[in-house]
């Protein structure tokens, strides 16, 4: 399904809010054992992902160094208490800002007693908390872990954004996520009581067709085979009304840049240009039409009779997308009723109202019998894909993911599409 429809080959639309809001976090920072070196994430914007790495254990004292008890070594959690206490007294602020923290941290991510106090108190430098802090990661990992036994079990299906998912930047597939794409494909075939996977389908912004080729010649014809396929069998969509396209395309024309309409698997332009003629030359989507009447005479795309179930606006200036246009393209949507998201730097994406990722994947969920809240697992990057990763009953943000993404998920891959995240995510959340 294409835009906003939604056809049992299952390629959802692009469409995820832009105006959506991630409620206060749910997630939790997934890491693969054996560690990697964390990456810093000091320009990471607070979401509702509560990231957590499990440290690596403090290195072992030779034994010939003294060391110095810490505060968490002389007092009991009792006396602990008290001393918090009367630290918070002294500093009001202090704890006004631990109050606003608490609210947006989940219960998973609450750190134990003594790290909340050696902490407040500035505790924290001695190797007692070191130990303590590593104690209570280990904590919150082993929190982790009960959320996945209680979970997991229950995934039948996977859904999944294809362009900075399981696509790394050079639009190929990781050697790992093709591995497990093929394997999900295969328990889909081979749907017996033993396979746990039944259903596996692309949730993208992508057309059909295009989606279908950017898998590849293996994995792309595969798709058409898997249960709950039916070709043209659209069981929702939803069009752009024209007034709205012509006030986006004279946009367009006053900021001088591009811009593309989805019809089904047919993409049209006013003009051919460079990031026009990218759509398929390197993301794989099919050949992009002038648009034309009737009589074969060049129209507008909001003469275009078939009308558009989403518009592209185009332009290499990331930047100048982000800054100029967006602003524009918001102040029109919200005029019309209708939504802006993005899911690539150079692309915004205009979209029916009421039209979401979330809402593409529950209309097929629906379709099949799939229960989202209880049985999908969802993955992908980026800000069209969020209300998708919140609708699921695991949301996997893939290493390389915008915050927006991050905020909607329950897990943060440390991988990034480039080394596999998606396929390892399949693996450790999807499979047996």
Partial sequence: MTAAVVVLLAT??????????APPSRAVQFRKLPLATSRSHANEQPGRAAQFRKPPLAAASNGNEQQQPGKGDLYSDDELFDLLNLHLAINPEQQQQEQQLNEELNVASIPGIHDLVLEAIGDVTSSSATNEQSTTNQLRFDNLQTILREKKPKITAIAT???????????????ITRDAVLKAIDQCYNSSNANKIKHFFPATGKSRQGAIGSLGKEIGPLLHECPGYREGNVVFEKKLPPLVVGEAEQLVLDCGISIVGYDGDDLYTTEQTDVV??????????TVQLVRGVDDTLITLAEHKNGCHKLLIMDNDAEMLKTVVRPKLEKLAEKHGVIVTQALPTMLELLPAGCSKAVGVQKLCDA????????????????????????????VA???????????SDFIMTERNDEGGAGLAMEQFGFD
């Fill in 12 to 21: 959802v639309s692009s469409v995820a809010s832009a105006a959506f809001i």
């Fill in 161 to 175: 954004d294809v362009d900075g998912t399981l696509l790394s930047a050079g639009q190929d597939l990781h050697p």
């Fill in 277 to 286: 003629r990218s759509l398929s030359e390197f993301y794989g989507e099919p």
């Fill in 368 to 395: 099949l019998g799939i229960d989202a809240e209880t049985e999908l697992l969802a993955l992908g990057d980026a800000e069209n894909d969020a209300e998708m990763l919140s609708l699921a009953s695991i949301g």
């Fill in 398 to 408: 893939v290493g390389n993911a915008c915050p927006v993404a991050r905020s909607a």
